[in-house]
């Protein structure tokens, strides 16, 4: 039953404030006047403020959204009632009087589906899809805000047809977001995977069309397909100099080391970053974190590079060659150093194509105009070998040999001067 109390002989509708929202709301407890004597009246009218406050409670915490969670409470309040026709009469008379002149008729009609029971908010079916997913954290993580997008369009299945849904990808790529193609692209995907689910669990028919398809203005062209391949633009070897240049100049060590770094073994930066002191050995460095099997490598320290690492292994604090770095949520080391490199560049004056892996670029290009052979830098930066007789049975060049084509990478000294 709604919080009700007599006082005066009049019916006050009342609401305890949680402790963690005291303040934000200014109160301990909430009482509003229902302006009858009547209980079975105080009690229709009550559980139109009560289901208010809380929904102003949740805002409060901006933990849950304000529809679905009114539209819950009232869902809680109809099943406490005995007389489940008075709850469907004053349901009925909150959704005409209240919801729909302000928010419309879908809408309106969607918070009816949920408060009565007739259909689940998708909102409270994504923690059960989730849960069932068996991929990398962070992309978990990215699939949730994504399919978020589209339950706070839709929160329930109530006109979720293909109409609709391009509509709503047109809003996203041309809206504020101005959501990429490639980003359209993502969301459908994994709107796709959340609809199998609700298949799978009943939720809609298995028979059903999906309603997630790739609308023609996010389908990747032929020559988008011959751009992406361009990918990444490699630095000018000046310009790497340069990028150190100013990080020692901004006394970002860390940053400063890990571009060298970078520059004489062309690895990626979360193998640099996970290289731990005793991956360092005389000579070489053993990288054992990598995102492919041919990543994991041992490739010789350049000349130019002897003195920084056995600094930073001397130095090291925390077991890791590049110390004091934080993981992030991922588990990923090279976050928060990745995110100071590409601020830097950009304040540098360097475009969008041109990021931390464009070093890894450099070092492949100063390797090629050298001669080196492309199995020899695929030994070296950790590429699969380009040659099927290599790849399937070779066990990779030695590390002298390594040695001798590594060496040719030089960058001129003076560039950032």
């Not at 909102?123 to 699939?143: C, F, R, Y």
């Not at 000018?236 to 073994?265: F, S």
């Not at 130095?315 to 991922?330: H, I, R, V």
Request: net charge positive; charged share 30%; hydrophobic share 35%.
């Amino acid at each position: 039953m709604p919080n009700i109390e007599k006082r005066r002989n009049v019916w006050y509708a009342t609401l305890h404030v949680p402790e963690d929202v005291r303040f934000q709301l200014g109160k301990s407890k909430l009482f509003q006047s229902l302006q009858t004597t009547d209980k079975r009246t105080a009690e229709s009218r009550a559980a139109i403020v009560v289901a208010k406050w809380k929904a102003e409670i949740a805002q409060a915490r901006g933990t849950s959204d304000p529809f679905l969670n009114e539209a819950m409470n009232w869902r809680r309040s109809v099943e406490q009632y005995d007389d489940k026709d008075l709850a469907e009469s004053i349901l009925l008379e909150h959704v005409e009087t209240v919801v729909e002149p302000v928010k419309g008729f879908q809408t309106a009609k969607q918070f009816y589906d949920i408060a009565s029971g007739q259909r689940r908010a998708l909102a409270l079916i994504v923690p059960e899809w989730k849960a069932g997913l068996q991929l990398e954290p962070k992309t978990i993580d990215q699939m949730v805000k994504d399919v978020g997008r589209m339950v706070e369009k839709f929160p329930t299945t109530e006109g979720l047809d293909r109409k609709s849904v391009r509509k709503w990808l047109e809003g996203l790529s041309t809206g504020p977001e101005q959501l990429s193609p490639s980003s359209i692209r993502r969301i459908v995907g994994f709107c796709r995977n959340f609809w199998r689910y609700l298949q799978e669990t009943q939720e809609v028919s298995a028979d059903s069309d999906s309603p997630f398809v790739v609308p023609s203005f996010a389908k990747e062209s032929k020559r988008s397909k011959t751009s992406s391949k361009n990918g990444w633009i490699p630095f000018h070897p000046a310009d790497v100099m340069k990028l150190h240049q100013k990080a020692t100049e901004k006394k970002d060590h860390q940053l400063a080391d890990l571009i060298l770094i970078g520059a004489y073994t062309g690895a990626r930066i979360e193998e640099i970053c996970s290289l731990k002191a005793s991956d360092v050995g005389l000579d070489f460095l053993k990288i054992t974190d990598s995102k492919t099997s041919a990543g994991v490598r041992t490739i010789p320290i350049h000349s130019s590079l002897i003195d920084t690492v056995e600094r930073l292994k001397k130095e090291s604090t925390d077991g890791y060659l590049l110390s004091g770095l934080t993981f992030n949520k991922y588990n990923d080391r090279s976050n928060a150093v990745g995110k100071r490199f590409g601020r830097l560049k950009d304040a540098s004056g360097y475009g969008e194509k041109q990021v931390f892996h464009s070093i890894r670029k450099t070092v492949v290009t100063l390797l090629e105009n050298a001669g080196v052979s492309e199995n020899l830098t695929a030994d070296i930066v950790g590429h699969d070998k380009p040659r099927i007789t290599y790849g399937l049975y070779s066990g990779g060049a030695n590390l002298e040999v390594m040695r001798e084509a590594l060496e040719k990478v030089s960058y001129p000294k003076d560039s950032a001067k």
